[in-house]
C-alpha cells in the first residue's frame, strides 16, 4: 500500500513561488513513478508534471511548462513541486499521485492541496 501526503499550498500573489511536497510511504515507491494533477472548480482535474523513479525524466503540461519543476528526493521518499511565476489560472486544488509504470493508471492519489493566486 502506498500512501501520499501532500503539503505546502497556500494563497500567494500573482508572481509568487510556492513549492509543493508530497511525502509518499509504502516500500516500493521509490521505484514508482510519481505526478501532480490540479482541478480547478468546475473544472475536470488535469495533469500538471511527472517524473519517473530516477528523476531523470520529467513532463509537463504546456500550461506549466518553463515555470514549475518536479523533482523526487528518493531518500526522503517526497516529490517536490516548485511553482514560480503563479498566475490566477493556476488556482486549483493540486495532487499527488503515483503508478508502477509508464503505461499503468495513477493507482495511488494523495488527499490534495489548495493553492490560490490571487491581489
Known amino acids: 500500500q502506498v500512501q501520499l501526503v501532500e503539503s505546502g499550498g497556500g494563497l500567494v500573489l500573482p508572481g509568487d513561488s510556492l513549492r509543493l511536497s508530497c511525502a509518499a510511504s509504502g516500500r516500493t515507491v521509490s521505484t514508482y513513478i510519481m505526478g501532480w494533477f490540479r482541478q480547478a472548480p468546475g473544472k475536470e482535474r488535469e495533469f500538471v508534471a511527472r517524473i519517473n523513479w530516477s528523476g531523470v525524466d520529467t513532463n509537463y503540461a504546456d500550461s506549466v511548462k518553463g515555470r514549475f519543476a518536479i523533482s523526487r528526493d528518493r531518500v526522503k521518499n517526497t516529490v517536490y513541486l516548485q511553482m514560480n511565476s503563479l498566475q490566477p489560472e493556476d488556482t486549483a486544488v493540486y495532487y499527488c499521485?503515483?503508478?508502477?509504470?509508464?503505461?499503468?493508471?495513477?493507482?495511488?492519489w494523495g488527499q490534495g492541496t489548495q493553492v490560490t493566486v490571487s491581489s
Open positions: 499521485a503515483a503508478k508502477r509504470t509508464y503505461q499503468s493508471e495513477y493507482e495511488y
